[in-house]
């Protein structure tokens, strides 16, 4: 199971980025995909959140700028980042809740899933 990240970059303040995380490796039934951020000297934090059902959650300081979606078809998630400020500034990881189901067929589970893991700088 690998979980790919994209869409990272260098952006001034005010402006929007949009990451993409897709999974891959098997047939997959995923309950729920979450952004999370981490910073120079910083804990990481969740940032967005999306389940099966639709159903998101997003940290205070990213609510109105940053939307998650999800293409189910595609097991991708997406984070639209708009309004960006330089506290924004981290390294973007997404997860995967799921069930993978992989072509030996052999059956993974678990919220242990990550991706690599995508820079996203904010300055001007």
């Known amino acids: 199971v690998q979980l790919q990240a994209s869409g990272g970059g260098l952006v001034r303040p005010g402006g929007s980025l949009r990451l993409s995380c897709a999974a891959s490796?098997?047939?997959?039934?995923?309950?729920?995909m979450t952004w999370y951020r981490q910073a120079p000297g910083k804990e990481r934090e969740l940032v967005a959140a999306?389940?099966?059902?639709?159903?998101?959650n997003y940290a205070d300081s990213v609510k109105s700028r940053f939307t998650i979606s999800r293409d189910n078809a595609k097991n991708t998630v997406y984070l639209q980042m708009n309004s960006l400020k330089s506290e924004d500034t981290a390294a973007y990881y997404c997860?995967?809740?799921?069930?993978?189901?992989?072509?030996?067929?052999?059956?993974?589970?678990?919220?242990?899933?990550w991706g690599q893991g995508t820079q996203v700088t904010v300055s001007s």
């Open positions: 999306v389940t099966s059902g639709g159903t998101t």
């Open positions: 490796g098997g047939r997959f039934n995923i309950h729920a």
């Open positions: 997860n995967a809740d799921l069930v993978a189901f992989l072509p030996d067929g052999t059956v993974v589970a678990g919220k242990d899933f």
